[in-house]
């Protein structure tokens, strides 16, 4: 009787200890395949069939059904320039110029993974829907609220006023120029500038 | 001691078995939820067109909001699947994803060979007689999704493209079954 409890006992612990450092896994930073620029993070064997066992749980997780990077390069950043985790309460100001794509757009995403829900219904900004000079440099406020009055155009809310907690942006080139794909680290993306936090 | 050292040998042995086929089961399992989900709200091969992504879109994380999307699940246990897809203005892409989460194809409107893209999707080992002159794309599991993506520019355009992805077809072929 007491070996069976013990054998339980050990059954228990082993199924524990397995299924938490597979949550921890999945969940790290670490990924096979990826490359940082500044705090964007891109996969390049997101969807593809070379991906190892750890990346692929981790696109079913953070991006199931996204394409290959011969189609689609998606870079996420969780982190402002200076490395802190982005967080609601704050307030960042979003620098970029003209992305080498046929398409691209610059989408938030909350802690859960899922578009956030706010007042203006605004959940992203494209090339074609920015606000700024054609082909120009762009600038994009993130906040719970508008700043202030002239730059509501590009304000892309981080949450209903009150909110808090931490969110993710993700850029996303459609067909991208072969340079994103060959030296993605030194590709110029946007910066992401931290406010006022309150 | 040394018992001790073999239970705990005995313990980490299994912790690591449990680890790797949780994080090696884990893209089946969700993709299972995803294929039930889609299958609910319109059976296999049939495309289903959601509206554009909102906060309340839950069945894959991060959509793209700008995006107009069409989906199916595909069975190709029996039959291969003709798949037409008419283009959209300014990107269209389709895209097959096999049951492990695999994108095992994608076209654009760019490497399409034409309006509609067109092309054939069969099983793993699918003898291919009656295919000859068709584009055929073998998926590596008989069932998975297909994806259409479509820029969509600026909400007053949505409308038109709405009505371009309706009209995208999967009709099963009759042809052979797969080989042994």
């Known amino acids: ?198 | 001691m040394r018992r001790a050292l073999v239970w705990g040998l005995g313990i980490l042995a299994g912790a690591a078995l449990v680890h790797v086929a949780a994080v090696a089961a884990l893209p089946y399992g969700i993709m299972g939820r995803v294929l039930a989900g889609l299958s609910a709200q319109a059976g296999a091969n049939t495309f289903v067109h959601p509206p554009l992504a909102t906060h309340e879109s839950r069945t894959v994380v991060r959509p793209s909001p700008d995006l107009a999307y069409s989906s199916a699940v595909f069975d190709v246990s029996e039959h291969p699947l003709r798949v037409t897809v008419p283009l959209s203005a300014p990107y269209t892409s389709l895209s097959g994803f096999a049951s492990n989460t695999d994108n095992f194809f994608a076209l654009n409107d760019q490497t399409a060979r034409g309006d509609p893209i067109d092309v054939v999707i069969v099983g793993p080992g699918t003898q291919r007689s009656g295919l000859e002159g068709r584009r055929v794309i073998e998926s590596p599991s008989d069932r998975g999704v297909l994806l259409v993506r479509r820029v969509v520019p600026s909400a007053a355009e949505f409308a038109g493209i709405d009505a371009i992805r309706r009209t995208a077809r999967a009709e099963p072929l009759p042809q052979a079954a797969p080989s042994d």
Do not use: K
């Open chain 1, 1 to 198: 009787m007491r070996i069976v409890l013990r054998l339980a006992g050990a059954a228990v612990l082993a199924i524990a200890l397995g299924l938490a450092s597979a949550h921890l896994a999945v969940r790290s930073d670490f990924a096979g395949g990826e490359v940082s620029n500044g705090p964007w993070r891109t996969s390049f064997v997101t969807g593809s069939p070379d991906a190892d066992l750890y990346t692929r749980a981790r696109v079913a997780v953070g991006g199931l059904l996204a394409l290959a990077p011969s189609e689609t390069v998606y870079f996420t950043a969780e982190r402002d320039a200076e490395g802190r985790p982005l967080d609601v309460r704050c307030a960042y100001r979003v620098e970029g110029e003209e992305l080498p794509a046929r398409w691209w757009s610059l989408t938030l995403y909350g802690a859960d993974q899922f578009l956030v829900a706010n007042e203006a219904a605004r959940f992203s900004f494209s090339q074609t829907t920015l606000a700024r000079a054609p082909g120009g440099p762009w600038q994009v406020e993130v906040s719970r609220e508008p700043r202030a009055a002239r730059e509501v155009a590009n304000w892309l809310p981080s949450g209903r006023a009150g909110a808090t907690g931490r969110f993710s942006l993700t850029l996303r080139l459609y067909n991208p120029e072969p340079a994103v794909y060959q030296e993605p680290a030194r590709v110029a993306l946007p910066r992401i500038v931290r406010g006022a936090c309150g």
